[in-house]
């Protein structure tokens, strides 16, 4: 998996197809010319204070890592974090991730065919 850097591949993301879950929301663009999947982690400052972002971050990154089957190639992915993602258990986290990228691939994830 490949690293979104840039602040166009996060509004290119968003403008594809979305999947709400309870710990965080998955959205997933197709993009061209690109091998190897791409994906990118946000947490807001609304979300809580630093060291619960981070914990939110850390939790999120490794339930990617133990998806990283499941992302298809040239695709975006791009996870907002949710504060639920302190609190629910890491299995629960794990499979709503792999139910969201699912659930994004049964769409088309090209731009403009978003669904809440």
């Known amino acids: 998996m490949r690293r979104l850097t840039k602040r166009g591949e996060y ?18 663009i197709a993009v061209e010319n690109q091998a190897v ?8 400052k609304k979300t809580g204070n630093s060291p619960e972002r981070n914990r939110i971050k850390r939790r999120l990154r490794a339930a990617l890592r133990a ?35 699912a659930k994004v691939h049964a769409k088309r994830a090209t731009p403009g065919t978003r669904d809440e």
């Open 37 to 44: 999947p791409g994906v990118g982690l946000t947490v807001t």
């Open 11 to 28: 509004l290119n993301a968003a403008r594809g197809v979305r999947a709400g879950r309870t710990a965080f929301s998955l959205q997933a």
């Open 67 to 101: 998806c990283d089957e499941h992302f298809r190639p040239q695709h975006d992915y791009v996870l907002v974090g949710r504060r639920d993602a302190l609190t629910l258990p890491f299995s629960r986290v794990v499979s709503d991730l792999s139910s969201a990228i």
